[in-house]
């Protein structure tokens, strides 16, 4: 199984604040690497799919990068409704496997 | 709009059985792979099966494999999980998920409200 590593696990930021969170793979992805934001009490919401392509109604500050092992989700300029926890998800093999999550809380 | 509604969650001794289920609109199901996805109790994310669309390709995490089967019916709109031999650690919301492939990379763009599951004596 391909293991996912997110860090930070968690982070303290500012409103305004440029964010970012790394997700590395044990195993090349190529680019099938995907992104998550869910909030607490919500279902997980799609942001971000092979690695750097904006799902369809996400702000454009979420932004993605990354090839290979190692991943980037950035979080150009951080408003209120961005504090959330963040995952990571491998789509190249199957199982399927998520990193262990960024929660991003307010400073 | 696309909607996925779980059913069927609740309080469950160990050893018991529960069968999930997921209701779906708005999109055409029978076109669609299906997964389930669990979430324990102040944890992160847990792929549980998938489902291709006709049914005739399943998969399960290790951990859930020989307990719990997927279905589907496409004649009603939805997915079911069978869970068989319940323990507490598969206490958790489970999450019906549609899957997505896009540049190769498969994801899963409409999600569920969850369903609870306890296992619990």
């Known amino acids: 199984d391909i293991q996912m590593t997110q860090s930070p696990s968690s982070l303290s930021a500012s409103v305004g604040d440029r964010v970012t969170i790394t997700c590395r793979a044990s195993q090349s992805l190529g680019s099938y690497l995907n992104w998550y934001q869910q909030k607490p009490g919500k279902a997980p919401k799609l942001l971000i799919y092979a690695a750097s392509s904006l799902q369809s109604g996400v702000p454009s500050r979420f932004s993605g990068s990354g090839s290979g092992t190692d991943f980037t989700l950035t979080i150009g300029s951080l408003l209120p409704e961005d504090f959330a926890t963040y995952y990571c998800q491998q789509g190249y093999s199957t199982p399927r496997t998520f990193g262990q999550g960024t929660k991003v809380e307010i400073k | 709009e696309v909607q996925l509604v779980e059913s069927g969650g609740g309080l469950v001794q160990p050893g018991r059985s529960l069968r999930l289920s997921c209701a779906a609109s708005g999109f055409t199901f029978n076109s669609c792979e299906m997964n389930w996805v669990r979430q324990a109790p102040g944890k992160g994310l847990e792929w549980v099966s998938y489902i291709s669309s006709t049914g005739s390709t399943v998969y399960y995490a290790d951990s859930v494999k020989g307990r719990f089967t997927i279905s589907r019916d496409n004649t009603k709109n939805s997915l079911y999980l069978q869970m068989d031999s319940l323990r507490a650690e598969d206490t958790a919301i489970y999450y019906c998920?549609?899957?997505?492939?896009?540049?190769?990379?498969?994801?899963?763009?409409?999600w569920g409200q969850g369903t609870m599951v306890t296992v619990s004596s």
């Open positions: 998920a549609r899957e997505i492939t896009v540049a190769g990379s498969d994801g899963f763009d409409f």
